[in-house]
């Protein structure tokens, strides 16, 4: 049941982003993006059947990205969101350099990860490089567009600024992302389905955060509410 859980699992996404933020306010969002785009790079390393198609894991979690960074765009500004793009973008380098500084260590008699390891970790330099070239010029456009767009209606229609920056920021990190992690590693067929199925789940996951993103506008954190800092 890949199509139920799959449902399942960006409904339970989304809406954690909303408690995260609830509860933790701006520098849950941050933690946020840190989390899922980490986690989103070692899941798109598996590929499964979904109504039909081939497709990556990865997307529910690093749509979601998406979604928080609009959040800190819609109510902290452009500079909060860049902010999250360059913490996401940092992080995401410690973890691939850190992880093949771990592969070269020789492993004990015992050990029983080392291959395991390699088979995740072996691979992800050539995918953090594809995300991280995709995550640059995707979030960056996303939040150019967001603001964009905002300035153009006078800050009316945010339904309209979430869904195009978005529907053209994943599409352009669909494509940097699947050339460069995933050209020569399928045959030409599956590749482009992995490419088409990425994108049309991607697409998914951003039209339906729309409802969330304005519960998000309508949400105080704890600690932005009245006498919060005196309380702490």
Same mark, same amino acid.
């Given at each position: 049941?890949?199509?139920?859980?799959?449902?399942?699992?960006?409904?339970?996404?989304?809406?954690?982003?909303?408690?995260?933020?609830?509860?933790?306010?701006?520098?849950?969002?941050?933690?946020?993006?840190?989390?899922?785009?980490?986690?989103?790079?070692?899941?798109?390393?598996?590929?499964?059947?979904?109504?039909?198609?081939?497709?990556?894991?990865?997307?529910?979690?690093?749509?979601?990205?998406?979604?928080?960074?609009?959040?800190?765009?819609?109510?902290?500004?452009?500079? +909060?969101?860049?902010? +999250?793009?360059?913490?996401?973008?940092?992080?995401?380098?410690? =973890?691939?350099?850190?992880?093949?500084?771990?592969?070269?260590?020789?492993?004990?008699?015992?050990? @029983?990860?080392?291959?395991?390891?390699? =088979?995740?970790?072996? @691979?992800?330099?050539?995918?953090?490089?594809?995300?991280?070239?995709?995550?640059?010029?995707?979030?960056?456009?996303?939040?150019?567009?967001?603001? @964009?767009?905002?300035?153009?209606?006078?800050?009316?229609?945010?339904?309209?600024?979430?869904?195009?920056?978005?529907?053209?920021?994943?599409?352009?990190?669909?494509?940097?992302?699947?050339?460069?992690?995933?050209?020569?590693?399928?045959?030409?067929?599956?590749?482009?389905?992995?490419?088409?199925?990425?994108?049309?789940?991607?697409?998914?996951?951003?039209?339906?955060?729309?409802?969330?993103?304005?519960?998000?506008?309508?949400? =105080?954190?704890?600690?932005?509410?009245?006498?919060?800092?005196? +309380? +702490?």
């Amino acid at each position: 049941m890949n199509e139920l859980l799959w449902i399942g699992f960006a409904l339970m996404d989304l809406t954690l982003v909303l408690i995260i933020y609830r509860f933790f306010g701006r520098i849950g969002l941050f933690g946020l993006v840190v989390f899922n785009l980490i986690l989103c790079n070692i899941q798109v390393l598996k590929t499964v059947e979904l109504f039909g198609f081939t497709a990556t894991l990865g997307n529910v979690l690093y749509a979601s990205v998406f979604l928080s960074t609009d959040i800190l765009s819609e109510k902290y500004g452009r500079k +909060a969101a860049q902010k +999250a793009v360059l913490l996401g973008f940092v992080t995401l380098v410690m =973890t691939a350099v850190y992880m093949q500084i771990a592969l070269r260590f020789v492993p004990a008699p015992g050990d @029983f990860a080392q291959p395991s390891l390699e =088979t995740l970790f072996g @691979f992800l330099p050539r995918v953090a490089l594809g995300s991280l070239c995709a995550y640059l010029v995707s979030q960056f456009h996303d939040v150019w567009a967001f603001h @964009f767009i905002k300035e153009r209606t006078s800050g009316r229609h945010l339904w309209l600024r979430n869904n195009a920056s978005t529907l053209v920021s994943q599409f352009l990190d669909s494509a940097i992302f699947c050339l460069i992690a995933f050209w020569g590693q399928f045959e030409t067929s599956v590749f482009l389905e992995i490419l088409g199925t990425t994108y049309v789940f991607k697409l998914f996951v951003a039209i339906a955060d729309t409802p969330f993103i304005y519960l998000a506008r309508r949400i =105080t954190p704890l600690d932005e509410r009245p006498g919060a800092e005196d +309380a +702490a």
